[in-house]
């Protein structure tokens, strides 16, 4: 057997996984999203339908507000971990990463008794001003709800960057005259945005698909994953149901996309 | 001092020692005045606390209690560096990725808010200056080791700063760029005449480029002089051994002689003593027939290094002696050889560790 033909035949399994679970997959799905009455247009639908353009729209912004505020909170914090030594460090990095232990349903379940019903801020309120602040079933907890499993994500990979940083970088900068802030500017940011992109199109993915918390907290929070769920077991509408899928992957997708092309020069310049 | 006519700023250092927060004592209380102009090298072993001294004087450390830096006699103790005015270059060169070359060189030009032509002309001045034309729209990771370090001495320039200090700045390169570099450097900073410290665990590096040297150890100034001062009046047995390559004897002194297994060799003064410490460099020794000089071995190795000889000669004192001799000289391992010493090339060394 030539050298060659032994490296296809070890790449064979890697082809047989992919056609089975990726590209078959994803061909049956983008099929049954034509087989509507509307065939291939049910797909514009998704663009057209007032119902499902609302939802799409929510659901990016959804995943556009975790991700920012995701990153500015990650971003502080992370450097803080990094560049501090304390006494209980350790733990608290700990702790931060405790979160990742969790599926959807408990941090769905967190979030209610934060802010359900019964919940803890509905308590506090009521005793203080007389009136019980319940945003645990909208798109407020589930936003709470990702950014709670969102940050320790981000706040690894940016603490892992911050390590890397040259220190030398920001005592070059400052013994040119530049201020705390310049160096952050012109210096910190630039060298961090690769683990930006890297972290945040983690935490954009996470917040656009994840399922399990948006349904523990309420069945009609207007998101994709959930108008998904409703149309495939409630009104057994497949083909919507994989015209939806397909748009949500290829949206998430093209916003990734953006993000990479839109950094690009400042990922291959920190290369 | 005031021998030196170039520009920037005079710096004094005042009583300045650094303790680290976890005890550790990085230099200790050092004063130290550098001429505007001189060429200052900081030269010693690694952790002997030249580059701490540096960072005191760049603002990236501040001293020990009681410690002052004062440049032109302003007292600089508590500015931090952006406000110092000064220009550094790293040993990692800490280039910024995210700018072009040109970028790289006007930043410091940028934050001082200098118009962007302006800071046009005074980036293609820098890199006329230092031999990088053509590279200035490159990205930093286009470029080679020598074009980095160029790249950075460009940067700490722009800004006209009154102190250039740089920390290692050749160690990252290869010997022969490190070589040709130093050379470079050297014409650049005599035509630039400004205030340098710089530091080195390199001696040829100080030797060339110092105005005067600073020998450290374990924290502490050991000596300071010029290159010739260091080189052949060394204070201690330290700085005898790491600058240069030097023969140390320990032996008795009687009348002015130093006792040795191979005879008895001459030095300057008439002393007595029970036990001394005696330096001689390999190139003061010279080979001649056995028995026409009042010390002589046995040659144990000769090695051929192109210029010269390096010839280690056994039986005259309780180390090989190492001499030095012209690449002419016709001796072989084995052979009897007499060995002459001038009496002034023989320096006693304090007594110590």
Not at chain 2, 291 to 306: D, H, K, R
Request: charged share 15%; aromatic share 8%.
């Amino acid at each position: 057997m030539s050298n060659k033909s032994f490296v296809w035949s070890c790449l064979l399994p890697l082809a047989v996984v992919t056609a089975a679970f990726f590209l078959l997959p994803m061909a049956r799905l983008v099929i049954t999203g034509a087989g509507g009455p509307q065939g291939f247009s049910g797909y514009l639908a998704i663009l057209v339908e007032p119902r499902y353009r609302a939802t799409l729209v929510n659901t990016v912004l959804l995943a556009a507000a975790t991700t920012v505020v995701t990153l500015l909170v990650a971003t502080i914090a992370g450097m803080f971990l990094q560049r501090h030594r304390f006494p209980g460090r350790a733990v608290l990095v700990a702790m931060l990463t405790f979160p990742l232990a969790f599926p959807g349903v408990v941090v769905g379940f967190m979030i209610i008794l934060l802010a359900g019903r019964q919940g803890l801020i509905g308590d506090l309120s009521a005793r203080l001003f007389g009136e019980k602040l319940v945003f645990a079933y909208s798109i407020y907890g589930l936003f709470f709800g990702y950014l709670y499993f969102s940050i320790p994500r981000v706040i690894l990979t940016i603490m892992a960057a911050v390590q890397k940083l040259d220190i030398g970088l920001e005592e070059a900068a400052r013994s040119l005259g530049a201020s705390p802030w310049a160096v952050q500017r012109d210096v910190v940011l630039p060298a961090l945005a690769p683990a930006f992109v890297a972290s945040g199109a983690i935490a954009f993915a996470t917040a656009m698909g994840a399922f399990g918390t948006a349904f523990t907290l309420a069945t009609n929070i207007d998101v994709l994953p959930m108008l998904i769920y409703t149309e495939f077991t409630l009104a057994a509408n497949f083909a919507t149901a994989a015209a939806l899928s397909v748009g949500l992957g290829v949206i998430t997708w093209f916003i990734l996309m953006l993000a990479r092309s839109f950094s690009g020069s400042a990922v291959a310049a920190a290369g | 001092m005031s021998a030196f006519e170039g520009h920037g700023a005079a710096v004094r250092i005042e009583d300045c020692g650094k303790t680290f927060a976890d005890g550790t004592r990085a230099l200790e209380a050092a004063t130290l005045d550098i001429a505007r102009g001189e060429t200052l090298v900081l030269l010693g072993p690694s952790g002997c606390g030249k580059t701490t001294m540096l960072r005191i004087i760049a603002g990236l450390e501040l001293p020990d209690d009681g410690g002052k830096v004062l440049f032109d006699g302003n007292d600089m103790t508590s500015v931090p560096i952006e406000r110092r005015n000064v220009g550094m270059v790293f040993q990692s060169y800490a280039l910024f990725p995210n700018m072009s070359v040109a970028e790289n060189i006007g930043y410091g030009l940028k934050i001082r808010g200098v118009s962007k032509g302006e800071r046009a002309a005074r980036v293609a001045e820098l890199v006329s200056l230092t031999n990088i034309t053509g590279l200035e729209n490159r990205r930093i990771d286009q470029l080679s080791g020598g074009q980095r370090q160029r790249v950075a001495l460009a940067r700490a320039v722009a800004i006209r700063p009154g102190i250039l200090l740089l920390d290692e700045p050749l160690t990252a390169l290869d010997a022969a760029l490190r070589d040709r570099l130093r050379g470079e450097l050297n014409r650049l900073l005599r035509s630039l005449g400004i205030t340098t410290i710089y530091v080195t665990h390199d001696q040829a590096e100080a030797m060339e480029l110092g105005d005067r040297i600073v020998v450290m150890r374990k924290g502490a100034i050991a000596q300071i002089g010029t290159p010739r001062d260091i080189y052949f009046t060394p204070r201690n047995r330290f700085v005898a051994e790491f600058i240069g390559a030097a023969n140390i004897i320990e032996c008795p002194v009687e009348n002015g002689q130093l006792v040795l297994a191979g005879g008895r060799q001459p030095i300057r003064s008439g002393v007595n003593l029970a036990i001394a410490v005696a330096m001689i460099r390999p190139e003061t020794i010279e080979i001649v027939e056995a028995g026409a000089a009042p010390l002589s071995g046995v040659v144990e190795s000769v090695s051929f290094t192109g210029d010269r000889l390096r010839i280690a000669v056994v039986g005259v004192s309780d180390r090989p002696l190492n001499v030095d001799a012209p690449n002419n000289v016709k001796v072989a391992p084995g052979e009897r050889v007499g060995l002459r010493v001038a009496p002034k090339a023989v320096r006693l060394l304090p007594l110590e560790d």
